[in-house]
């Protein structure tokens, strides 16, 4: 189970000691250049006024900001007391250096350079310089004094050089005490796992619901701009003006209550699935209309476990864990079919996203697709934004990772027999693609939403391939051509002039034929992978096999 405090705890303590690593690197490192830049030796000027200030005051800011950052993490966060400790161990970690500083002028000049160290002459003390080398002198031969070499800083501080510093360390301490090197991404980490996260279904209620028990929810908008929607058992009894006590308003039950009839499929076995959707393939002569449907298999694709009354206004994470919940007692039940539905829909059905279909389809459950009508519900959304007001059939189909789509494709087939002339048909299948992850081994089922990859549907829709026109014995696929019985189609097509596709295209009111619009992005050619608004309208639309115009395709070669 995803636990969002946990994993915010664990990004924290991540991001944190990252940050703290990167800050503290980079004041080392701004104090290491100083140390190597003002501790050499040199036979030239000492370092101005001006590269000193520079030299320092950035040191001293970056380690006022490090330090500013630390303090800030573990949870100081009033600005004078992060100035002032920041300064503090600043001024401390200056200090250091310098004493750093001269000591490695002293032994550099001691042990790297055989020299000797010497208090300067008085033409030297103006500067501050209290210590300089001289190396390869000739003790007590005036006319060979060696060479004179001085500390790039002598370690003094003028006033004006204090106060700059120390308004540096403010500045870097206070200005940037909250600012990051890499910006959090806790925010949006948590976004995305909250919007995938179950929920708890009746153990989030507050007080016992008997196991087949209903509940009720409240109803009250909140102070944070959303309906309260906390569960309680349905026999609680109310005290007048009593508080909820999530909102902390008098109880108000969500008064629309919608009743579910919740169906599952039979079984996960796409092979199954598909060949039963082979057997009940519909196909008639092209230019005909759509001839009724015989369904020869016969065979139900969705079992109705039993109904389900929710309040509306709970998410479809919360309706899906109250029909989890249920599912311990429909797999129980006597039907063997519902039993082994139950047993199915308990193991891989997602507890984050299913299916809501409108109307009454309780006499089209043998169609892989009942109803156009279904909408695809997400986690964090609220059932009464999904569904409108009205006294419609409602189903809720539990997804248990396979997704029906319907095709529309043609073909010609040529017989061996020369003399039998060629068919020119439209055929109408259903085709179940997976949707979902391999169930989990391990950790919990059914943290998944429907995800479809473009490459992966294409291959799945690859059904039949082309051929020279003079193969006979086989047949070829054709783009689809509607009824109508306004225009009817004189000529039949011999073979695609254009190239073929696959369009999504909505389907009229009784889903007999494709409407075909023309609009962008309707080709599954386009895509690399399908967000759930489309995953949507595939359900609800038919992939219908098109020829794109021969005039567009030579129009777009020649550009
Ligand atoms: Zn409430």
């Given at each position: 189970m995803i636990n969002p405090l946990q994993a915010m705890a664990r990004w924290r303590a991540e991001e944190n000691a990252l940050d703290s690593a990167l800050s503290l690197f980079a004041a080392a490192t701004a104090w290491g250049f100083a140390w190597k830049l003002l501790s050499t030796p040199t036979t030239g000027r000492p370092a101005t006024e001006v590269e000193l200030a520079c030299v320092l005051g950035g040191c001293v800011a970056v380690t006022s900001w490090a330090m500013a950052r630390h303090l800030y993490m573990i949870g100081r966060r009033r600005p004078r007391r992060i100035v002032f400790w920041s300064v503090v161990i600043t001024c401390g970690v200056l200090f250091a250096t310098r004493a750093l500083i001269r000591y490695s002028f002293s032994s550099r000049?001691?042990?790297?350079?055989?020299?000797?160290?010497?208090?300067?002459?008085?033409w030297l003390g103006g500067s501050g310089i209290d210590q300089i080398c001289v190396v390869n002198e000739v003790p007590g031969n005036p006319y060979l004094p060696g060479t004179l070499l001085e500390p790039a800083w002598s370690g003094d501080i003028p006033a004006w050089l204090?106060?700059?510093?120390?308004?540096?360390?403010?500045?870097?301490a206070n200005g940037l005490r909250d600012r990051r090197l890499r910006s959090s991404g806790i925010?949006?980490?948590?976004?995305?796992?909250?919007?995938?996260?179950?929920?708890?279904?009746?153990?989030?209620?507050?007080?016992?619901?008997?196991p087949d028990g209903e509940v009720v929810a409240c109803g009250n908008p909140t102070l944070w701009g959303e309906i309260c929607g906390q569960l309680y058992p349905a026999n609680k009894k109310w005290e007048p003006g009593e508080w909820c006590r999530r909102c902390q308003q008098p109880f108000l039950a969500a008064d629309r209550m919608l009743r579910f009839n919740v169906v599952s499929l039979w079984t996960s076995d796409i092979d199954v699935l598909n060949g039963l959707e082979r057997l009940d393939t519909l196909s008639w002569p092209m230019g005909q209309p759509v001839p009724p449907d015989a369904r020869v298999s016969g065979r139900e694709r969705w079992i109705t476990l039993?109904?389900?009354?929710?309040?509306?206004?709970?998410?479809?994470?919360?309706?899906?864990?109250?029909?989890?919940a249920r599912l311990e007692m429909w797999k129980g039940a006597d039907d063997p079919m519902v039993k082994r539905a139950a047993q199915l829909a308990r193991e891989r059905a997602s507890r984050i996203c299913a299916w809501i279909w409108f109307g009454q389809v309780s006499h089209r459950m043998t169609y892989a697709r009942p109803t156009q009508r279904a909408r695809f519900a997400l986690g964090a959304a609220?059932?009464?934004?999904?569904?409108?007001?009205?006294?419609?059939?409602?189903?809720?189909q539990l997804d248990v990772g396979l997704l029906p789509l319907e095709l529309r494709l043609a073909f010609r087939?040529?017989?061996?027999?020369?003399?039998?002339?060629d068919e020119v048909r439209n055929s109408k299948l259903d085709l179940w693609i997976p949707v979902s992850p391999p169930p989990a081994h391990k950790g919990e089922p059914g943290l998944w939403v429907d995800r479809i990859e473009g490459k992966a549907l294409r291959a799945w829709l690859a059904t039949d391939r082309m051929r020279p026109a003079g193969v006979r014995g086989?047949?070829?696929?054709?783009?689809?051509?509607?009824?109508?019985?306004?225009?009817?189609?004189?000529?039949?097509?011999?073979?695609?002039?254009?190239r073929l596709d696959f369009q999504r295209q909505p389907l009229d009111e009784d889903g007999e034929e494709p409407r075909s619009p023309t609009l962008p992005g309707v080709s599954v050619a386009e895509w690399d992978w399908f967000e759930p608004e489309q995953i949507e309208l595939l359900r609800r639309e038919a992939l219908v096999l098109v020829e794109t115009d021969a005039a567009d395709e030579a129009a777009k070669e020649a550009v």
């Amino acid at each position: 189970m995803i636990n969002p405090l946990q994993a915010m705890a664990r990004w924290r303590a991540e991001e944190n000691a990252l940050d703290s690593a990167l800050s503290l690197f980079a004041a080392a490192t701004a104090w290491g250049f100083a140390w190597k830049l003002l501790s050499t030796p040199t036979t030239g000027r000492p370092a101005t006024e001006v590269e000193l200030a520079c030299v320092l005051g950035g040191c001293v800011a970056v380690t006022s900001w490090a330090m500013a950052r630390h303090l800030y993490m573990i949870g100081r966060r009033r600005p004078r007391r992060i100035v002032f400790w920041s300064v503090v161990i600043t001024c401390g970690v200056l200090f250091a250096t310098r004493a750093l500083i001269r000591y490695s002028f002293s032994s550099r000049c001691t042990e790297d350079m055989a020299g000797v160290l010497k208090t300067p002459a008085h033409w030297l003390g103006g500067s501050g310089i209290d210590q300089i080398c001289v190396v390869n002198e000739v003790p007590g031969n005036p006319y060979l004094p060696g060479t004179l070499l001085e500390p790039a800083w002598s370690g003094d501080i003028p006033a004006w050089l204090a106060i700059l510093l120390v308004a540096a360390a403010v500045t870097g301490a206070n200005g940037l005490r909250d600012r990051r090197l890499r910006s959090s991404g806790i925010g949006a980490k948590l976004l995305d796992q909250l919007e995938l996260a179950p929920a708890a279904g009746v153990e989030s209620a507050i007080g016992k619901v008997p196991p087949d028990g209903e509940v009720v929810a409240c109803g009250n908008p909140t102070l944070w701009g959303e309906i309260c929607g906390q569960l309680y058992p349905a026999n609680k009894k109310w005290e007048p003006g009593e508080w909820c006590r999530r909102c902390q308003q008098p109880f108000l039950a969500a008064d629309r209550m919608l009743r579910f009839n919740v169906v599952s499929l039979w079984t996960s076995d796409i092979d199954v699935l598909n060949g039963l959707e082979r057997l009940d393939t519909l196909s008639w002569p092209m230019g005909q209309p759509v001839p009724p449907d015989a369904r020869v298999s016969g065979r139900e694709r969705w079992i109705t476990l039993g109904t389900l009354e929710m309040p509306d206004v709970i998410s479809v994470a919360q309706a899906l864990a109250l029909a989890h919940a249920r599912l311990e007692m429909w797999k129980g039940a006597d039907d063997p079919m519902v039993k082994r539905a139950a047993q199915l829909a308990r193991e891989r059905a997602s507890r984050i996203c299913a299916w809501i279909w409108f109307g009454q389809v309780s006499h089209r459950m043998t169609y892989a697709r009942p109803t156009q009508r279904a909408r695809f519900a997400l986690g964090a959304a609220r059932l009464r934004d999904l569904v409108p007001e009205g006294g419609e059939t409602l189903t809720l189909q539990l997804d248990v990772g396979l997704l029906p789509l319907e095709l529309r494709l043609a073909f010609r087939r040529r017989f061996v027999d020369e003399t039998r002339p060629d068919e020119v048909r439209n055929s109408k299948l259903d085709l179940w693609i997976p949707v979902s992850p391999p169930p989990a081994h391990k950790g919990e089922p059914g943290l998944w939403v429907d995800r479809i990859e473009g490459k992966a549907l294409r291959a799945w829709l690859a059904t039949d391939r082309m051929r020279p026109a003079g193969v006979r014995g086989v047949s070829t696929p054709l783009g689809y051509r509607p009824y109508s019985a306004d225009a009817p189609m004189t000529e039949l097509p011999v073979r695609p002039l254009g190239r073929l596709d696959f369009q999504r295209q909505p389907l009229d009111e009784d889903g007999e034929e494709p409407r075909s619009p023309t609009l962008p992005g309707v080709s599954v050619a386009e895509w690399d992978w399908f967000e759930p608004e489309q995953i949507e309208l595939l359900r609800r639309e038919a992939l219908v096999l098109v020829e794109t115009d021969a005039a567009d395709e030579a129009a777009k070669e020649a550009v």
